[in-house]
């Protein structure tokens, strides 16, 4: 059975970046009718906070990516002792006592020397007696996972066939000093208890794949199918790296993105396939697949999800606007015309109250030195009684031909005494809704 996860660190909010991660995933299971597991990676009790746990679920939730079940690696910390002294057992996990200076002096070496940067495995060298004196000295050392030295190789759902020289990358730190399991480790032991079939995550991740693949077979685990998608970049191709901070889910949600909107561009950008906007998270399934995606990076424009997000809400029905037509102050009895009005000149739920404020108030009148004669003809004329659906056409008609004035010149002048604007929404649909001049009628 396919199962997939989104294993986030709670130690920050999730973005874009993320997302993609979270929505492939998502999909995978979900078009095979398997399981989609939230896991949780908060094995670093300093920095992962319940406030982010919470967060992570919620943005989730806005968006409708449904998890079928939790799992936090806190909750799973004797499993992964377990897996490390099976290592320890099998000669394949070291200690080692290098302290960050003396391993950074190293690397400064080697890439002088024109080295790759590898830890040289001198741990591996010291007798008991050496080690006993260093933990006196320095307290218990990391724990590291000795690497086989051959190739190492998958088949990439994304980047195709790999092959990785395990001579090329440091043995893997997989405990720290104090104890603390780190997420490599982790993930290999959530990974094949939980039966994970399918693993999509960053690009970053490579190497980490390279070494997960050598701990799940030294641990007698079933290696998943892995596909590594490409990082996002600005627009420009510029590294989004820094600006994710700015790109978190909820700053979107803030900013009135609709999770349709993104969720339509992210289930297909940087893939062969067009991006189309979709009105369910249902409808992505059935035509995502991941190896369609390209390994080159991916340009993301935050801009070009409001397009999408204007996209989608003028396909919603007054239900369910309901509420934020409701926020926005509109009256329930004028909220039917008022969304028929303002849908097709909504880019985010938050102009909705600009246009009950004109509706409302009425706005500030623009009137052209040469139109104020016109003007006070035209008002002169406003028919009497309730606006509705024909005030419009029956007034303009009128001006017509009172004033001799057609089209552009006749029109325009009117839309702008009338909202201060030079567009804007139908003035046939918006009549009906001008309380201050309706209440005049
Ligand atoms: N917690 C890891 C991360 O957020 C998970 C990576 C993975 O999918 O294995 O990068």
Request: net charge negative; glycine share 8%; charged share 30%.
């Amino acid at each position: 059975m396919t199962t997939t996860r989104f294993a986030p660190s709670p130690t920050g909010y999730i973005h874009v970046g993320n997302l993609r991660t979270a929505l492939m995933n998502y999909l995978i299971a979900r078009k095979a009718g398997g399981t989609f597991i939230l896991r949780i990676d908060d094995t670093d009790p300093e920095r992962s906070k319940e406030e982010y746990v919470d967060a992570i679920k919620q943005d989730l939730e806005w968006l409708g990516l449904h998890w079928d079940r939790v799992e936090r690696q806190s909750d799973r910390l004797d499993r992964y002792a377990e897996a490390a002294e099976k290592l320890r057992a099998m000669g394949r996990l070291y200690e080692a006592f290098e302290t960050p200076t003396e391993l950074d002096l190293k690397r400064k070496k080697q890439l002088n020397m024109g080295k790759p940067p590898v830890y040289d495995r001198a741990a591996l060298n010291l007798s008991e007696a050496e080690k006993e004196a260093l933990r006196a000295e320095r307290g218990n050392g990391v724990w590291r996972f000795k690497l086989d030295h051959e190739r190492i190789e998958w088949n990439d759902g994304i980047l195709g066939d790999i092959s990785i020289d395990a001579a090329s990358v440091s043995d893997p730190v997989l405990i720290r000093g104090d104890g603390q399991v780190l997420y490599t480790i982790a993930s290999v032991v959530d990974d094949t208890e939980m039966g994970v079939t399918d693993v999509v995550r960053g690009s970053d991740h490579v190497t980490n794949t390279a070494t997960q693949i050598q701990i799940i077979k030294a641990l007698g685990g079933r290696c998943p199918r892995f596909a590594h998608h490409s990082l996002l970049t600005g627009p420009q191709g510029e590294a989004l790296s820094k600006r994710l901070g700015t790109l978190a889910l909820r700053d979107l949600r803030e900013q009135g993105v609709q999770p349709m909107a993104l969720l339509s561009l992210m289930a297909r950008l940087g893939s062969s396939d067009p991006v189309e906007l979709r009105s369910e998270v249902e409808e992505l399934i059935d035509g995502f697949d991941v190896n369609r995606f390209g390994a080159a990076p991916t340009k993301f424009d935050v801009q070009d999800l409001f397009p999408l997000t204007a996209k989608h809400l003028q396909s919603l029905p007054l239900a369910d606007v309901a509420g934020a037509v409701a926020d926005a102050g509109v009256p329930d009895e004028l909220a039917e015309p008022f969304w028929a009005m303002a849908r097709e000149n909504t880019t985010t739920l938050a102009d909705l109250k600009g246009w009950w404020e004109l509706c409302r108030d009425g706005a500030d009148p623009l009137i052209a030195e040469e139109d104020q004669e016109f003007i006070a003809e035209a008002m002169a004329l406003l028919p009497e009684g309730t606006f509705d659906g024909e005030t419009w056409s029956t007034w303009t008609k009128a001006v017509k031909e009172a004033t001799g004035r057609k089209g552009k010149g006749l029109f325009m002048p009117l839309r702008k005494a009338l909202t201060g604007m030079e567009r804007g929404p139908e003035m046939a649909a918006l009549m009906p809704l001008l309380q201050v001049i309706r209440a005049r009628g």
